[in-house]
């Protein structure tokens, strides 16, 4: 299976901060790279799919970039409603889809 | 709107069983393939297995091949897991998803239903 590698695990940031989160992948994926949102006890929500499109709802501060192995998550201008848990997942292996382990972001 | 609504967990002793449903409205049901993903305690998401749209094709993660079966109604919009041989290593939310409308670009999940916790121990 493809491995998915997240950095940081988690990250404390301030209200207003940009900020970055990023995935590997153990294999080239091209650009079959989603990302998911999930607030403590509620289910992950679809933020990105397809490494740079944004989900219809999700605020424009929301963006994605990478292709291949490496792809980024940033968040332009920290809101208090961001902190959060962020995972990517991958769709390039048909029926093998496989998730990072998760980036916890925390208010400093 | 779009809602998925899961039933079905509880406490289990090893070696049992137990059935999951997830009731679906807000959309046609029958147009969109299914997943259950779960995630265990404190830790990530796993995808569990995936349905089609018509019932035809079915796919399971190795960690539960031969001990799961997925299946659908969609006369009664539910899409359901029959979890067998259960372990502890099973412990876990079970959550159903949908196939985002993403016109086919990429296999991504969205709605999630709000997960039902199955816990495995004697």
């Known amino acids: 299976d493809i491995q998915m590698t997240q950095s940081p695990s988690s990250l404390s940031a301030s209200v207003g901060d940009r900020v970055t989160i990023t995935c590997r992948a153990s294999q080239s994926i091209s650009s079959y790279l989603n990302w998911y949102q999930q607030k403590p006890g509620k289910a992950p929500k679809l933020l990105i799919y397809?490494?740079?499109s944004l989900q219809s709802g999700v605020p424009s501060r929301f963006s994605g970039s990478g292709s291949g192995t490496d792809f980024t998550l940033t968040i332009s201008s920290l809101q208090p409603e961001d902190f959060a848990t962020y995972y990517c997942?991958?769709?390039?292996?048909?029926?093998?889809?496989?998730f990072g382990q998760g980036t916890k972001l925390e208010i400093k | 709107q779009v809602q998925l609504v899961e039933s079905g967990g509880g406490l289990v002793k090893p070696g049992g069983s137990l059935r999951l449903s997830c009731a679906a409205s807000?959309?046609?049901?029958?147009?969109?393939?299914m997943s259950w993903i779960r995630q265990a305690p404190g830790k990530g998401l796993e995808w569990v297995s995936y349905i089609s749209s018509s019932g035809s094709t079915i796919y399971y993660a190795d960690s539960v091949k031969g001990r799961f079966t997925i299946s659908r109604d969609n006369a009664k919009n539910s899409l359901y897991l029959q979890m067998n041989s259960l372990r502890a290593e099973d412990t876990a939310v079970y959550y159903c998803?949908?196939?985002?409308?993403?016109?086919?670009?990429?296999?991504?999940?969205?709605?999630w239903g709000q997960g039902t916790l199955v816990t495995v121990s004697s």
């Open positions: 997942q991958q769709s390039y292996s048909t029926l093998r889809y496989t």
């Open positions: 807000g959309f046609t049901f029958s147009d969109y393939y």
């Open positions: 998803a949908r196939e985002a409308d993403l016109g086919g670009v990429i296999v991504a999940f969205d709605p």
């Open positions: 397809a490494a740079s």
